[in-house]
């Protein structure tokens, strides 16, 4: 969920991402999204200093919390500085969710609610605003029922209600009385506060932002239309987008893409992620791709990256040196977190954001190598913190590990 926050989920949730967009959601994670990944064979540098290649001055993560167990975190929610809540996989043989609370002095384990029943992935943490905590189970399959949901109340954890139909995949919100979120390819779903509303799509979406009531936006790829004549004998998707105004869902023209000729087999373009900012601007993510491998000169994948501010769609503007190719995860008042743990500030300067190295207490020796991999980032309400959680990749022979970790934002002097 984003909304209340301004964060954003770039995690692959069963049934959330059509399977044509599948392989074009790779090319971001291979770019480092929601990673601190560094150039092929970098390591850290020894040391508790902010990085390699971190400008002094620039922002930093700093642990606030690690846990005692190798696995890592998957999900995380603050509710305030002394109601925080995290979801963690523990390596047991088997990965095994573990939900964790922060009460203002202390992490302590918690069980996770009897009402979520078995799963086999962990659960996903959703903010929907007024200090509303949802906590909802991951399928992988898409049956029409309602799977059953957890909220926190600041107390306890009881069953939802009205749980949304079907296998939820992103899900945003402009409030508790307003959440969308996607429910299969061509489904979305509405929640005003009384009951869910099925809507149909006009394509397969992959993502979906909320810009304010009665203003959310839906991007993915078609298969019908100008652009998608057939290539190799096979449809050749293009990139989607559909608006909804608060009576129906519309398609609106997005722009196109295709490979010079000759055209490389089995070509596919679509956007995958969409990200609404604070001042209504609107920015959508994708790329131009095909199967590798099958074909000689081939051509370099086409990334797509363009913005709505006004009435139609044009490309953005190249972001400076290490932001060229990063996609927004969060807005704060001084400018945009980026995956792979940058930032580009206000003013248009791109930073890396450095991290510390583990203590060695931890099992991490001197010269093992570390990478941070956030999952998720979130703003403590009312407040300018920002936590995010992921996992320490620890390399190093004969014990590699990875450390669970909740790290706390420090802005740069």
């Known amino acids: ?53 971190v400008e002094t001055g620039a922002p930093r993560w700093e642990f606030e919390h690690i846990a005692d167990f190798s696995g890592g975190f998957t999900d995380i929610a603050a509710l305030g500085e002394d109601d925080i809540w995290a979801v963690a996989t523990e390596n047991t043989g088997r990965s ?107 394509h397969p979406a992959a993502d979906l932002a909320v810009v304010g009531p009665d203003d959310v936006w839906a991007v993915g790829s078609r298969s019908t239309g100008p652009g998608t004549e057939q290539v190799h004998g096979e449809v050749y998707p ?19 893409a295709r490979f010079d000729d000759p055209v490389p087999p089995e070509p596919s373009a679509g956007l995958t992620q969409v990200f609404a900012l604070a001042d209504g601007e609107v920015r959508a993510y994708g790329s131009n791709s095909f199967n590798h491998g099958e074909a000689e000169n081939e051509p370099d994948d086409e990334y797509i990256r363009i913005r709505r501010d006004g009435t139609e769609w044009t490309d953005q503007p190249e972001a400076p ?11 704060d008042d001084t400018g945009l977190f980026l995956d792979g743990n940058w930032f580009l500030d206000d003013k248009g300067r791109c930073l890396k954001i450095g991290r510390h190295r583990l203590p060695e207490s931890t099992g991490a020796r001197k010269g093992s190598g570390q990478t941070l991999w956030l999952e998720e980032i979130h703003r403590v309400p009312g407040t300018g913190t920002w936590l995010g959680a992921g996992k320490i990749e620890v390399t190093q022979s004969g014990d590699p590990f990875g450390a669970p970790v909740v790290v706390r934002l420090k802005r740069g002097n």
């Open 238 to 256: 293009q990139p989607a987008s559909a608006h909804w105004d608060g009576t129906s869902w519309r398609q609106v023209e997005t722009p196109g």
């Open 96 to 202: 095994n969710a573990r939900l964790l609370h922060y009460d203002g002095e202390r992490w302590k384990r918690e069980p996770l609610p009897d009402v979520l029943g078995g799963t086999d992935y962990p659960p996903v943490l959703e903010e929907i605003g007024d200090g509303s905590l949802w906590l909802r189970p991951q399928r992988n399959d898409t049956g029409g029922g309602a799977y059953p949901w957890a909220r926190w109340d600041g107390t306890r954890w009881s069953a939802l209600p009205d749980p949304p139909p079907g296998s939820v995949g992103e899900l945003d919100a402009a409030g508790p009385k307003d959440i969308w979120a996607l429910s299969g390819e061509r489904t979305a779903v509405h929640w005003d506060g009384t009951r869910w509303t099925t809507t149909r799509l006009p």
């Open 1 to 53: 969920m984003r909304g209340v926050t301004g964060e954003r989920r770039h995690r692959a949730v069963a049934g959330a991402v059509p399977v044509a967009l599948a392989a074009l959601a790779v090319l971001f994670a291979a770019a480092g999204c929601g990673t601190d990944a560094e150039p092929s064979g970098a390591r850290g540098t020894g040391s508790d200093g902010p990085g390699p290649g």
């Open 321 to 331: 040196g290490g932001c060229a190719l990063r996609v927004p995860v969060a807005q």
